[in-house]
């Protein structure tokens, strides 16, 4: 399942490459990409486990920008 | 600018003013602010003046690095601009304590000071090429009105069935795609197409989702849903165009991934080692802390998506959609274009120009008709045009790949096609020698006569194909026409290459030749009208689609889509990939160049942390103002 989230107050676009670096290696995760010019994250992984998946994505960019919260 | 960067703006302006008073007192008074304090603590007064600008300039950045430390990201910009202003003030304590004489304290608020303007340029930059892209947004139609059992209900355009009737007032969008069955009006397409020109739409007329309804209320019966809606999949589009990275984008985040930790390690090695061995640890340190100040990669991790996203805006806004920067990155290198010629390099509105023998002409358009019944191919849609009548039923149809259609009907059979098809039945017809696709017609293996149908040539073709040619670039015509007509409209077009009469799988398989011959950095780009060519637009390196404004397939199946249906979209749209690429190189080599200068001298301890931030920040501001000339007015002007 392929699905696009937007992203408010990402402000820094070293941030925005390492989030997508650190979700992408979530297992499961197909494909990431964090756009930091359109404020966009889309996440392509495996249907079953997409929640968790996304669960554990919002708790790595936490951990990354806290200041990035990821509408779900 | 909104309310939280006026904010910041105004934070910076009363920060910078206030440290330039303090810089200038400390350095106008004999002795400097210690001095005038005088004694042994003097050093406190210009470091508490000097702590005040930092704190009030800095807390947000030492707050971040601090809940950034505390959730293990040691590498963060903030944490490491932290170290080296907080080094940097420590070294001036040091000396304070020491000497009497602090020196420095000054120089770690201004590397604070001056980082805060870089992001805040950073933020404004990225922001003004945001909204750029936000204005193509504004093609999304907030709502529809339906006409319901008689009355008007305003709903969410997705909540708009197909077949139900909508109004559209002159200043709204139109929300859905459909049909006019009410009223005309004039449509701007501008934001969808990048045509300035109104369209002029009247009952019976097809109008598509994001066009603005300028003059008079029109009621249009829905023909799509609202995801399946041109608005919907454009801006799908426009939306994913950034998730498609470059490989000039790849290599940047790469490399920031390695940048920051080399740079942090060799500032500790910097401190460590020459400073053990000399035992001048002062110098030493403040020569690894000029280190940590630049650090941070974020300039070339945003320069250079913003040039891409600049292109890509500059492109959209004449018309051009690009599906992803890596398209815009791979477009720049084509240098080979494959036009496929009916609907391409000429318009496609075939016209039936002539009936041989005249005096036949109502019964050879009636069977032609009759026989091409079922085929939407542009060519039977002119002979149907041509004959102007109901078409005979009862015909069983077969068609025949290439040749032509063969109608059967109680025993008599039709044979409507090319001379193969008549040489294949050997059938003696008579050749028809004008320039254009030839339709034989015979019956009951008996030669009747034969259409002549012609195609106009775009007017701007000779001009789009010859510019190409001046890139350097080689130009090839695929067409099912035979060798006759495809000599003259190459001719006519200026191709250097042709070939002719291909089959429809042929054009996949003459694709597929060019692809596996061509020079690995060779991009070949495939130029279609998106109508049953789409496995060869998936197929080629690049594909391009024309008149993308209500064709789906072209949409989906292309990389580029030329919004309004006119070739000169190509080379203004390799012009500005050209442009991009070329800001893109300069951003990164410039950037890497400038850091890899200041690390060098300040390892050697010409530069001091001055030298370091206003070339870091000098960078960051020099780079994005590059990257926003791509899209700049005065460009896209000399582009279109």
Known sequence: MKKTFPLEDLDCANCAAKMEHAISKIDGVNEVSVSFLMQRMTIDADDDRFDDILKEAVKKCRRIEPDCKIKL | MNAKQKKELLRIAVCLAAFLVLLITDKCIDGGLAGAAGGKYGWLLPFGLFLSVYLAIGYDVLWRALRGVLRGQMLDENFLMCIATLGAFALAIYTGVTTGHPEGFDEACAVLLFYQVGEFFQDYATGRSRRSISELMDIRPDSAHVLRCGETVTVEPSEV??????????????????????????????????????????????????????????????????????????????????????????????????????????????????????????????????????????????????????????????????????????????????????????????????????????????????????????????????????????????????????????????????????????????????????????????????????????????????????????????????????????????????????????????????????????????????????????????????????????????????????????????????KTMRVVYENIWFSLIVKVAILILSAVGLAGMWLAVFGDVGVAVIAILNAMRVNSKRRQERAI
């Open chain 2, 161 to 578: 069935a197909v077949g139900e009737r909508i109004a559209v007032n002159p200043g709204e969008k139109v929300p859905l795609d459909g049909v006019v069955v009410k009223g005309s009006s004039s449509l701007d397409t501008r934001a969808l197409t990048g045509e300035s020109l109104p369209r002029e739409v009247t009952e019976g007329d097809r109008v598509v989702s994001g066009s603005v309804n300028v003059t008079s209320r029109l009621e249009i019966s829905v023909e799509k849903a609202f995801y399946d809606s041109t608005v919907s999949k454009i801006l799908d589009l426009v939306e994913h165009a950034a998730s498609q990275k470059s490989k000039a984008e790849n290599f940047i985040t790469k490399f920031a991934r390695w940048y920051t930790p080399m740079v942090v390690t060799a500032a500790i090695l910097l401190a460590v080692i020459p400073g053990a061995v000399t035992g001048d640890w002062m110098d030493w340190v403040y020569r690894a802390l000029s280190f940590l100040v630049v650090s941070c990669p974020c300039t070339l991790v945003i320069s250079v998506p913003l040039s891409f996203f600049a292109g890509i805006g500059a492109a959209s806004a004449a018309g051009v959609l690009v599906k992803g920067s890596n398209y815009l990155e791979k477009f720049d290198k084509a240098d080979i274009f494959v036009f496929d010629k009916t609907g391409t390099l000429t318009k496609g509105n075939f016209a039936v120009v002539k009936v041989t023998p005249e005096r036949d002409r109502e019964r050879i358009l009636a069977l032609a008709a009759s026989a091409e019944r079922d085929s939407s191919h542009p060519i039977a849609r002119s002979i149907a045009a041509a004959y102007g009548g109901t078409p005979k039923e009862g015909y069983v149809l077969t068609n025949i790949a290439g040749e032509g259609i063969s109608a059967n009907k109680e025993g008599s059979e039709v044979l409507v096609g090319n001379e193969k098809l008549m040489r294949r039945h050997l059938i003696d017809f008579l050749p028809e020698e004008g320039a254009g696709t030839v339709v034989y017609v015979a019956e009951n293996g008996k030669f009747l006569g034969s259409l002549l149908v012609a195609d106009e040539p775009r007017p701007e073709s000779r001009d789009v194909v010859a510019s190409l040619n001046a890139m350097g670039c080689r130009t090839v015509m695929l067409t099912g026409d035979n060798e006759r007509i495809a000599k003259s409209v190459a001719a006519d077009a200026g191709v250097t290459e042709y070939k002719a009469s291909l089959l429809p799988q042929d054009k996949v398989a003459e694709v597929e030749r060019a692809l596996s011959s061509k020079k690995p950095n060779d991009v070949l780009c495939f130029v279609g009208d998106g109508i049953n060519d789409a496995p060869v637009l998936m197929r080629s390196d690049i594909g391009i689609a024309m008149g993308g404004v209500g064709s789906d397939a072209a949409i989906e199946a292309s990389d580029i889509v030329l919004m309004r249906d006119d070739l000169k979209g190509i080379p203004v749209a390799k012009r500005i990939a050209r």
